[in-house]
């Protein structure tokens, strides 16, 4: 049976793949009889459910046509502009097009899901920013209140948010998550200093080349005053580390061609910003513990996050090539990550320890009838199915959390230990 559902989603991701980028392109009229209409690579049960309860939660009353791919409005709803700024998973509503189809369009890769600045480093276990964007609607943010993310990881939250005009705290314990997630929403602040050092920088990068004077792109990145520009090219030698250890590419060309795609993609940013005259949200990144986060009681609108698959991925190990090109010792920071620690059952128990003070932390923040979403799945661990996700909801259920709604994400081939994940919806009641 196992063998069948990858089967069935290997074909339905080698449809995903030859779509490509095209999807976000088609931008022919549509007669105004379809009200609604989704993104042609909106493909999985998931999606459907995601876009339902978007429609939903921006008071949308709706009935699904055509083979589940267009909505009908069953009444005029009194806010479409709105929901043209903010939906995610539709690219019409009522002969317009969304802000999201023309979000998706700045892109300067392959992959549909990795447009403005998301591609920045490959870091595995992103998030899906289509799905983020959604979730955000869903949980009934809005410009000016805060999601807070304690499991940063590659900033996926904190863009989506920003985009939406939606302030973020993203905590991680992790330099190299913070670095990224950094560089992924501050570079638009400063793109006129980052090309003032780009000439400097690309010839010490070219110097390196030769053997001559070793270490000085390091020093000249060092010695740029400014942190966000100085992000900017640490980030930009990252990329170009990974692109020579995972796949043998040479340091010097990867860095050059990156730095500047990365550019190009700050720019795409900023011009959507003015193109669509968006007030992006205020982003606070910080190095931190989820188990003891930095916030007030009762201080933070909505959470979005997803917990590290440690037990079915190592962190510490998959980047260690970052992690020690920015100086940090590895057995250290194996202290300090959550999931890492331990073998065996011993390893199980302190993953679940660590995420309890991480479930009683988000408790502890949110404001009261606030939603907190947590994205987790079951991973495979010496041969046996560690249940996390009931682990999960038994304990956010005892410590004062609701759960309102449980999805089923099915996933294909994530490191040939989970096939699926579960969006959890958790509401903070009042007791």
Known sequence: MNQEIKTKGAIMLEKAEKIGNFWAFKDEPLPEEKQLVLFDNVQFIYELALAQLELKSLGVKFEVTNGLREFRLLEEPENVESLRRKLAYFKL??????????????????????????????????????????????????????????????????????????????????PLCVLQSKVKTESIEVLPEILEWKEEILQKAGANLFNLNAGSLDETIEDIPNEKVKNFYRMAKLVAVSDKVRRRKDFVTSFRKNMEKMILSVKDYIDLTNELNLEVGEIFIKQGDSRNLPLDNNSIDGIVTSPPYSIALDYVSNDAHALKTLGYDLRELREEFIGVRGKGQRKIDLYNEDMKKSLEEMYRVLKPEKYAVIVIGNATYQGKEIKTVEFIIDYAEKIGFKLVKNIDKIIFGLYNVMQKENILIFKKEVT
């Open 93 to 174: 509503i009522k002969g317009q097009y969304t802000d999201y189809f023309h979000i998706v369009r700045k892109n300067r890769t392959r992959s549909v899901n990795q447009y403005l600045t998301h591609w920045i480093y490959p870091y595995k276990g992103k998030f899906h920013p289509q799905m983020i964007r959604a979730l955000l609607n869903i949980i009934g943010l809005n410009k000016g209140d805060t999601v807070l993310d304690p499991f940063i990881g590659s900033g996926t939250t904190a863009v989506e948010a920003q985009l939406l005009g939606i302030n973020c705290v993203g905590i991680d314990i992790s």
